[in-house]
């Protein structure tokens, strides 16, 4: 294990910001971590996987942590379902990509979705209707305190939308080492009616799609509408969409008809922030290297040399002209490293 010093982080954010670690240290077996966290001479470390889902505005100056845990295996089956292991810093689609290689089903609608697999729970990621907490079964995490490894059962994680136990009472408390998630063998649960994929396999001629089928259309439609972070720096959604109280919804739908929304239940309403900026009038828009992608409103970028500062002002102005016009207020669904 070796410490390095004045580190570029732009290699290691999908944002593509520039920002240096004072210090830096790959974190390649929880040996590695168990050592790393005992290096008193760092008394403050900042842990950093896939890096998909942040953005920094500053340069860091404790010990920076790069989970580069690697491997994945299966540790029970039967006739109908696999579990398998997933190591912290196995590549989200590629693991993806592993699962439906062996015919595996469960998490097809989340092919795509930038990122390592050890921050899944964290903010319990999902798409085109189907969330992590649907396969998961536990996961394992080093105690930050006294470098234990202590495992989580997914009532334990307390899983809502883009939300979990790691994001609240247990932040900056564990890193998670692996994630076991339960996949289907046979008789697999297709979920085609969110978003565009029916759509998109009927253009295919697909009348009976497999999970194969289910993503490839997600990947084609996400390349449609996300912009690729090798191309242009993004973290993907950088909002979440907002929920809201039936009162709330019947006045917002009553000034805003053809708003599009998704019933939760009789009194929670999930509005589409994508649709609520873009009527700010910020879908393509562009100030200086820091901009909303042309396809998705949902989608901050950096078109080159944009540093996190700019981009969270930028956010900051969507969240205010959103809250003005609509009475709505968005979050952010990145995490901001201020």
């Given at each position: 294990?070796?410490?390095?010093?004045?580190?570029?982080?732009?290699?290691?954010?999908?944002?593509?910001?520039?920002?240096?670690?004072?210090?830096?240290?790959?974190?390649?077996?929880?040996e590695d971590l168990k050592q790393a966290l005992r290096l008193k001479e760092y008394p403050e470390k900042f842990v950093l996987s896939g890096g998909s889902n942040m953005l920094i505005t500053k340069d860091i100056e404790a010990l920076v942590l790069h989970i580069n845990l690697k491997g994945i295996e299966i540790v029970a089956e039967n006739q109908d379902y696999v579990v398998i292991k997933i190591m912290a810093g196995e590549n989200w689609h590629q693991m993806v990509l592993w699962t439906l290689a062996r015919n595996y089903g469960g998490l097809e609608n989340m092919s795509l979705i930038p990122g390592n697999t050890g921050t899944a729970p964290i903010q319990n990621i999902g798409a085109y209707g189907v969330e992590l907490k649907d396969t998961f079964v536990g996961c394992e995490a080093m105690n930050i305190s006294n470098q234990n490894i202590e495992k989580f059962s997914k009532e334990d994680c307390n899983f809502g939308y883009r939300d979990s136990y790691f994001k609240n009472e247990g932040k900056g408390k564990y890193i998670?080492?692996?994630?076991?998630?339960?996949?289907?063998?046979?008789d697999h649960i297709k979920s085609t009616s969110y978003g565009a994929i029916e759509t998109e396999l009927q253009d295919r001629g697909i009348g009976e799609p497999t999970i194969q089928d289910i993503s490839r259309a997600v990947i084609a439609i996400r390349q449609q509408k996300l912009p690729d972070p090798n191309e242009i720096g993004n973290s993907g959604s950088f909002f979440k969409n907002p929920m809201v109280s039936r009162s709330a919804f019947d006045t917002f739908i009553s000034d805003h008809p053809n708003a599009p929304f998704y019933k939760i239940s009789d009194d929670a309403y999930k509005i589409p922030a994508?649709?609520?900026?873009?009527?700010?009038?910020?879908?393509?828009?562009?100030?200086?290297?820091?901009?909303?992608?042309?396809?998705?409103?949902?989608?901050?970028?950096?078109?080159?040399?944009?540093?996190?500062?700019?981009?969270?002002?930028?956010?900051?102005?969507?969240?205010?002209?959103?809250?003005?016009?609509?009475?709505?207020?968005?979050?952010?669904?990145?995490?901001?490293?201020?």
């Amino acid at each position: 294990m070796r410490i390095n010093k004045n580190v570029s982080l732009k290699p290691y954010n999908t944002f593509g910001i520039e920002a240096k670690a004072n210090f830096f240290c790959e974190i390649n077996s929880t040996e590695d971590l168990k050592q790393a966290l005992r290096l008193k001479e760092y008394p403050e470390k900042f842990v950093l996987s896939g890096g998909s889902n942040m953005l920094i505005t500053k340069d860091i100056e404790a010990l920076v942590l790069h989970i580069n845990l690697k491997g994945i295996e299966i540790v029970a089956e039967n006739q109908d379902y696999v579990v398998i292991k997933i190591m912290a810093g196995e590549n989200w689609h590629q693991m993806v990509l592993w699962t439906l290689a062996r015919n595996y089903g469960g998490l097809e609608n989340m092919s795509l979705i930038p990122g390592n697999t050890g921050t899944a729970p964290i903010q319990n990621i999902g798409a085109y209707g189907v969330e992590l907490k649907d396969t998961f079964v536990g996961c394992e995490a080093m105690n930050i305190s006294n470098q234990n490894i202590e495992k989580f059962s997914k009532e334990d994680c307390n899983f809502g939308y883009r939300d979990s136990y790691f994001k609240n009472e247990g932040k900056g408390k564990y890193i998670i080492t692996s994630v076991n998630l339960q996949l289907t063998k046979r008789d697999h649960i297709k979920s085609t009616s969110y978003g565009a994929i029916e759509t998109e396999l009927q253009d295919r001629g697909i009348g009976e799609p497999t999970i194969q089928d289910i993503s490839r259309a997600v990947i084609a439609i996400r390349q449609q509408k996300l912009p690729d972070p090798n191309e242009i720096g993004n973290s993907g959604s950088f909002f979440k969409n907002p929920m809201v109280s039936r009162s709330a919804f019947d006045t917002f739908i009553s000034d805003h008809p053809n708003a599009p929304f998704y019933k939760i239940s009789d009194d929670a309403y999930k509005i589409p922030a994508g649709w609520l900026i873009e009527q700010c009038g910020y879908k393509g828009k562009r100030y200086g290297d820091a901009g909303v992608h042309k396809n998705q409103a949902l989608v901050l970028v950096n078109y080159g040399n944009a540093t996190g500062q700019e981009i969270l002002a930028l956010a900051n102005n969507i969240i205010n002209s959103v809250s003005d016009k609509f009475g709505i207020h968005i979050t952010p669904e990145v995490n901001i490293i201020r």
